[in-house]
Nanobody, 116 residues
Framework: QVQLVESGGGLVQAGGSLRLSCAASGNIFGMYEMGWYRQVPGKQRELVATITSYGNTDYAGSVKGRFTISRDNAKNTVYLQMNNLKPEDTAVYYC??????????WGQGTQVTVSS
């Protein structure tokens, strides 16, 4: 089992910044990819950014150049630095971990609200 705990959400004005954290614990050996997804009411959850165990990253087009995903292997933590936030970034942000043997795990989510 793997546990993922997100933190760092909140309310920020447009143009501001936030940093989300996702701390992983449990059987994390074999986690080959971590990522951030977001969801607004009535819409499907969408990919924001992913990072592999090798450090390869991928971003949704809407956040490229504004968001940066990174990982600290010593702390078993993945971060999402969000700059130049826009009202359309408002959503619940979820951390996802993909384990090569036991599949996908999700955190409980953290709310990000960007006011105009």
């Amino acid at each position: 089992q793997v546990q993922l705990v997100e933190s760092g959400g909140g309310l920020v004005q447009a143009g501001g910044s936030l940093r989300l954290s996702c701390a992983a614990s449990g059987n994390i050996f074999g986690m080959y990819e971590m990522g951030w997804y977001r969801q607004v009411p009535g819409k499907q959850r969408e990919l924001v950014a992913t990072i592999t165990s090798y450090g390869n990253t991928d971003y949704a087009g809407s956040v490229k150049g504004r968001f940066t995903i990174s990982r600290d292997n010593a702390k078993n933590t993945v971060y999402l630095q969000m700059n130049n936030l826009k009202p359309e970034d408002t959503a619940v942000y979820y951390c996802k971990g993909s384990h090569r043997l036991s599949g996908d795990y999700w955190g409980q989510g953290t709310q990000v609200t960007v006011s105009s």
